[in-house]
């Protein structure tokens, strides 16, 4: 399964993410090539980095938090992980274009929503059986999220949680992937995302991945007699 799960902070990204990873190996069973969850400044890398290091990236200038971020994001396009069986991408190319001219100094040029077409295009040339899903909150249960769970270096602030909201509902309607949903998730716990996600994601998935499940199934079935 090729997934690109999008969304502001606070909205159970990561969350889903995980739960998403342990059923795909749980129903499809392995290859599972790429939990990725690293394109929001300043956490960019995998695993936890030192202070001093965070420190680095944080007074990394514009244009070089740019350069950077836009090699993450084609990096993450090229033929090893479009090409294998699953790949899981958390934020990706539709945050970078919001939070860039936002929280990271982009110029407020257009550039990064440009790039994400750029991104969509190869994609949907490539992989065109992505899907992509984007979880949303009400303001209200963001600011609530915030104030109960404060991430340890998150962007977002509460002054712009409308704005940014809107922006991802701005940018998710513009892309040009063909496969993609919406979960709310202002009144749903993680249990219950993760329900929504299932049934919405049914109808969408490649052929491939829905024998893989009948397989592992069958295959279970038959180790318990």
């Known amino acids: 399964m090729k997934l690109i799960i999008t969304g502001s902070e606070y909205t159970g990204k990561t969350t889903l993410g995980k739960r998403v990873e342990a059923w795909i190996e749980e129903t499809m069973g392995k290859p599972l090539i790429g939990f990725h969850d690293h394109f929001t400044f300043p956490d960019v890398g995998h695993g936890d ?54 929280y990271y100094g982009y110029p407020d040029d257009g550039v990064p929503e440009t790039v994400s077409r750029v991104v969509e295009s190869h994609i949907m040339q490539h992989a065109p059986d992505t899907i992509m899903v984007m979880l949303k909150a009400s303001p209200d249960a963001i600011r609530e999220r915030m104030k109960d769970a404060p991430h340890p270096r998150g962007m977002l602030q509460e002054s712009d949680v409308e704005n940014v909201l809107q922006r991802f509902d701005e940018e998710f309607a513009r892309s040009l992937i063909r496969y993609k949903f919406v979960i709310d998730t202002t009144t749903k716990t993680p249990n219950q995302t993760f329900a929504t996600f299932l049934t919405e994601v049914q109808p969408l998935m490649r052929q491939e991945d829905q024998v893989r499940i009948l397989a592992r199934k069958a295959i279970r079935e038959m180790e318990l007699g």
Do not use: C, T
């Open 49 to 102: 980095l030192e202070p001093e290091e965070y420190d680095q990236i944080r007074a990394l200038s514009p244009r070089l938090k740019s350069m950077f971020q836009n090699h993450q994001i084609l990096y993450h396009i090229n033929s090893s992980f479009l090409y294998d069986h699953d790949n899981l991408l958390i934020g990706f190319h539709l945050e970078n274009a919001i939070y860039g001219p936002l």
